[in-house]
């Protein structure tokens, strides 16, 4: 069963400290992955995008970074700031499939002063 | 550029009633989809559609319409809603990629409660 599994469930961190989410997922056959950034109120918002071949990607103060071969990817924020408290979801393409968009519950960051 | 658009923002409903919630984009996306978010369930497909005239069931279809006459308008439609629809909606569009959905551009949800 294609799955989408995110670490951890909810995070504080002081202002200015670094954090990582985990995103490991079993869908199959993968094509690409997304994470999404969704403020309290609002929609989702992509962040970045991963593809098969793809190890590192930077936008701003956030880097993913995929691991095919684990189907393991994370999402490192830098010198978090009160405005990147969300909540954060990891979304897989399937390559086929009635339902190509597989997606997880999403980790909550809390970042505080 | 608006991009998506949804109506409305908050709404309250008793059991049985029935209403729409609407959604536009002016991206002239092909791809719309309909998901409802309900805590520690994440996002959940209700429908979508690939095109104009086009629609098909997601995960949790059951109590829900849609229809698609038109690229840019895709309504959601709740014949006789029911307690368990309290949620958030989330109207979201895409470019098509072959048959595969790039990224989703949300829009700002629709709060739902029944009574």
């Known amino acids: 069963k294609n799955q989408v599994e995110q670490s951890p469930q909810s995070l504080i961190i002081l202002e200015g400290k670094n954090c990582t989410l985990q995103c490991n997922y079993t869908v199959s056959p993968f094509s690409n992955l997304r994470w999404y950034k969704q403020d309290t109120g609002r929609g989702p918002v992509s962040l970045t995008i991963m593809t098969f071949s793809e190890n590192t990607k930077s936008n701003g103060r956030y880097t993913a970074t995929l691991d095919a071969d684990t189907k393991q990817s994370s999402l490192h924020i830098t010198a978090s700031q009160l405005s990147d408290s969300a909540s954060y979801i990891c979304?897989?393409?399937?390559?086929?499939?009635?339902?190509?968009?597989?997606f997880g519950k999403g980790t909550r960051l809390s970042v505080i002063a | 550029n608006a991009g998506v658009t949804q109506t409305p923002k908050f709404q309250v409903l008793k059991t049985g009633q029935s209403m729409t919630l609407q959604c536009a984009q002016d991206?002239?996306?092909?791809?719309m989809s309909w998901y409802r978010q309900d805590p520690g369930m994440g996002l959940r497909l209700i429908h979508y559609s690939v095109g104009a005239g086009i629609t098909d069931q997601g995960e949790v279809p059951n109590g829900y319409n849609v229809s698609r006459s038109t690229t840019e308008d895709f309504p959601l439609r709740l014949l006789s809603a029911a307690p368990s629809q309290t949620s958030v909606y989330f109207c979201?569009?895409?470019?098509?990629?072959?048959?595969?959905?790039?990224?989703?551009?949300f829009g700002e949800g629709s709060r739902l409660t029944v009574l």
């Open positions: 979201a569009s895409s470019n098509v990629v072959t048959a595969m959905p790039g990224e989703l551009f």
């Open positions: 991206m002239n996306h092909e791809y």
């Open positions: 979304v897989v393409s399937a390559n086929s499939g009635n339902t190509p968009l597989v």
